[in-house]
């Protein structure tokens, strides 16, 4: 597979391969294939770029925030019929934050096929959390005014679908534990979990827990439940202390 194209002193192009690869992995063949490049414009590109009929991918985003509210909203109705408003409002806002819409877009390989100013491109924009969740946005837009609002809400239910399992293997893997383990062999301590802040009404509480190594906080975790938060605190911190050891 080729790699992306390299124009000298210009900005990134994306390997035309692996939009097609883009497009089987999103299920959808754009007829109008200037939908799929706009959705994949970074500003930076823009701002290197000599054609001044390119258009950056903003415009997309704005839409794609909407359809992706209405189709994913639709779609908790339908898997959550017991669940009231406040509760489905919250599923909906943790499927929707930067870090969930980035790991969709990774999952799809939006990454390679960006087009981004070398200046971005230098600075690890491929990988760049905000970046990669507006281009999801903007992807979803671009299929929604290609092929109508069929093939957008298959691909919004794809997205909840893959968060879903992500967040059932994460809630069956013990954390806490693998936390425990980490700064015993490396500080020769167990962490120690506090609860910051308490918020809601008794029958929709939130719990936010920050998880310290002597009187360092090396994570915070927000949850349901103490032991969910105390769990993505562990999480957080887990992350934290490897990328300290890299």
């Known amino acids: 597979m080729r790699e992306r194209r390299d124009n000298g002193s210009g900005p990134m192009e994306a390997d035309p391969e692996k939009l097609f690869e883009l497009q089987d992995l999103i299920g959808h063949r754009f007829t109008d294939c200037s939908l799929l490049v706009e959705a994949l414009t970074h ?14 991918n903003e415009r997309l985003e704005f839409f794609g925030d909407t ?52 200046g971005e491109e230098r600075s690890g924009g491929r990988e760049r959390k905000s970046i990669l ?41 013990d954390f806490k534990t693998d936390l425990q383990e980490l700064t015993q062999s490396r500080f020769g301590t167990a962490p120690k979990y506090m609860l910051r802040k308490t918020e809601g009404p008794d029958h929709d509480r939130t719990f936010t827990v920050a998880v310290f190594v002597g009187a360092r906080c090396i994570g915070e975790g927000k949850g349901r439940s103490k032991k969910e938060a ?14 300290e050891s890299e």
Do not use: W
Request: glycine share 6%.
């Open 67 to 118: 359809v992706l509210d209405f189709f994913l909203s639709q779609l908790l109705l339908e898997l959550f019929p017991e669940s009231r408003e406040g509760e489905l409002t919250k599923i909906r806002a943790s499927l929707v934050d930067e870090d969930s819409l980035a790991m969709v877009a990774r999952s799809v390989g939006i990454g390679s096929v960006l087009r981004l100013g070398r």
């Open 230 to 243: 105390e769990q993505k605190a562990a999480s957080k911190g887990i992350e934290l202390l490897k990328r």
């Open 133 to 173: 969740a507006d281009a999801y946005e903007a992807l979803l837009a671009a299929v929604y005014l290609d092929g109508g609002p069929e093939p957008a809400r298959v691909l919004v239910k794809k997205h909840l679908q893959f968060l879903l399992d992500k967040r059932q293997s994460v809630a069956a893997q």
């Open 43 to 56: 500003r930076s590109f823009i701002n290197e770029t000599t054609d001044r009929e390119t258009r950056d």
